[in-house]
């Protein structure tokens, strides 16, 4: 079954900047993902890399907040 929600972004030209991130993010946490099939992971593996993820981009928005320096929020 194929979540057609989870390909999506916001910003299309965002995509393969995320990709990168979701790999490098993995690979700090040390999560085997690759790029294809990852069938072989568990749900908990998977989430840490998403969780993570989410982490890590509140930290920088929180720096960037911090620092006078954010997007409007409409």
Do not use: C, W
Not at 44 to 68: D, P, T, W, Y
Request: proline share 4%; aromatic share 6%; charged share 20%.
């Amino acid at each position: 079954m194929t979540n057609s929600y989870s390909s999506k972004t916001s910003v299309p030209e965002a995509k393969a900047a995320l990709d990168a991130f979701k790999y490098e993010v993995a690979n700090e946490i040390g999560v085997p993902l690759t790029k294809g099939y990852n069938g072989n992971l568990t749900s908990a593996q998977n989430g840490s890399v998403g969780g993570q993820m989410v982490k890590k981009m509140i930290e920088a928005q929180e720096r960037a907040m911090a620092n006078g320096s954010h997007p409007s929020m409409h």
